[in-house]
Each structure stands twice: as C-alpha cells, then as structure tokens.
C-alpha cells in the first residue's frame, strides 16, 4: 500500500499468521489482515501455480509456498509483482528460484528504491525501531525481476491463460492480472477495498487509473481480488471509477477557482482512509497533478 516502513502499526502483540481462502475452483488468496487486510492471489494451472504478490514478509511467504505447493502438488513456475510498494514486494526471497516478473517499470523502480531507500543503513534504523521485528526485518531481501513486460503478457497452460496488464494509478508502475477461465480479477491496489483509494504515490497517475478502470469493465468479471481488503464484485469498480472522476472534478474545480488543495470539496465515500494522512496527502498530489494537466 504505502511507503511507510513501519508495520506494526497498532503497537499490538505480533501476530504474522496468514489464511489461505478460495475465491474458484483454480484460483485462491492468502490474507494477511494485520497489515491492512493485504492479499496476494494464486491461480493453479494443469502443470504449474502463478503467484500475484509475495505478501509481506519472507517468512509469510515461505509458509504461503510451502502450503500451496503440497496441496496442489505442483510447482510454482511465476511470481507476479503488481508494483513497487514494499508490503507487495519485502516477501520475495523464498520465490527467488522462480521466475519474478512485473511491467518494466516496476523493475525502474525497485532499482530506484534499492538504491536510494531499501539501503542496509535504513533497514538497521527500522530494526532499532521496531527491535520486536528484527527477526523479520533480516530476512528481507529485494530482488529486482529479471523478467518485464511492456503492456501486456499472456502465460498459457492447455486450455487455461493468465494475463497480465500494465495499468499505473495507484503507482506509475501499478498492473494486475486477469485470469479468464474463471472471470477473476487481481486488481493490486488499484483497489483497496473497504478504504478510501490509496492515492498520493509520487509516481501514480490518477488519469491512468481511471482509463484502465474503464478497460478492467470491459473485462468479464466474477469477483475482484483486490491488493488490501475483502474480495468484492465488479461492481466495485465502477463505484471507485465515479468516486475518481469525481474526486478529478473537484480538484479542478477548485484549481480553476484558484483555491488551495485544503479547500477541494472532497466528494462522500463510504470509506475511510487506512491512515488519517492519506487524504490530506491525495489532495495535494491530485492538486499537483491537474494543476499540470492539459488534456
Ligand atoms: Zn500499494
């Protein structure tokens, strides 16, 4: 979801375990719902499993691995990164025989992040404050896939396909996948379902996320695995697409209008932001971002 290194948010006694629930007969989820409901997805093919995000922490991951491959019996073959944010990436080092891969972009960033951020200097500051998490933290390793695509890649096994699409929004580097057989979406966090839309990444983009919103309705659609929260309908989708062209209007409303991004009349949702920052944060990005915009 975010950039925040911190994730113990609630201070509460550490509890990693993970649930393995199915969404269709080829395709399941593992939830992680201490760090804000956060999901990876799985879909089993004849001869292989994919899986769309590592979870959090190595430790979860491996357990996760370990749980799919003995009861499908099958290997996984591919991990499909969604994008750079590090709750979707700091579990990947028990994957790290398969086959990684993600939008070009994505491999951009984390190159980024790696060197800049995700340094041993700033995982020794999150060790010293979080010590109840050094264990955890030790394990992590970032590993920039060696695989990219540009808009789309296509995994077929006998009659069932996966397919992949770069989308940006939530990230400039955002994609989901989309597994026809059974009509299900894993949408990463261009949605974050049960919460106000995770808006403010500097590098997201609110316009390509509303035009691929409008492309996933294209798409025949069952159910939504989102990155954060339950699994919900199609439905969904369309909601959040008019909460964005709202939210859209009303920034420029108010650039036109020469007010600051404090004063944008912020349309209802029914959901409330993970952290009270995220708002407050979005509304400077979109203000930005429209402030530059020329359609
Ligand atoms: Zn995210």
């Not at 996760?64 to 099958?74: A, C, P, Q, V």
């Not at 609110?206 to 069952?222: A, D, H, Y």
Request: hydrophobic fraction near 40%; charged fraction near 30%.
């Amino acid at each position: 979801m975010i950039n925040n290194k911190s994730i113990n948010m609630n201070k509460k006694p550490i509890d990693i375990s993970i649930e393995l629930k199915e969404v269709s007969p080829h395709a399941i989820i593992a939830n992680y719902k201490d760090y804000f409901d956060l999901n990876a997805g799985v879909v089993i093919l004849d001869n292989f499993i994919i899986v769309i995000d590592p979870l959090l922490l190595p430790r979860q991951a491996k357990e996760f691995r370990d749980k799919l491959e003995k009861k499908y019996g099958l290997p996984v073959k591919y991990l499909f990164i969604t994008h750079y944010h590090s709750d979707h990436v700091f579990g990947v080092a028990p994957f790290k025989d398969v086959e990684i891969f993600g939008c070009y972009d994505l491999i951009e960033n984390l190159k980024e992040k790696k060197e800049k951020a995700w340094t041993e200097e700033a995982f020794n500051e999150w060790k010293k404050s979080e010590p109840e998490y050094a264990q955890f933290i030790d394990e992590i390793e970032i590993i920039i896939p060696e695989k990219g695509f540009d808009k789309k890649r296509v995994i077929t096994d006998n009659a069932l396909q996966v397919e992949f699409y770069y989308s940006g929004g939530h990230t400039g580097c955002s994609s989901y996948a989309y597994f026809p057989n059974e009509k299900i979406l894993f949408a990463g966090d261009e949605i974050a379902a049960g919460f106000w839309p995770f808006i403010s990444d500097p590098t997201g983009d609110p316009e390509k996320w509303i035009k691929s919103f409008e492309f996933m309705l294209t798409l025949n659609i069952e159910a939504v695995v989102p990155g954060h929260g339950p699994i919900v309908k199609k439905n969904y989708i369309k909601e959040e697409l008019t909460f964005l062209n709202d939210l859209k209007n009303a920034v420029l409303k108010a650039i036109s209008e020469n007010k600051e991004p404090k004063e944008i009349n912020v349309p209802k949702s029914a959901y409330k932001p993970a952290e009270d920052w995220q708002i407050p944060r979005a509304l400077d990005f979109l203000h930005n971002y429209y402030s530059n915009y020329r359609k």
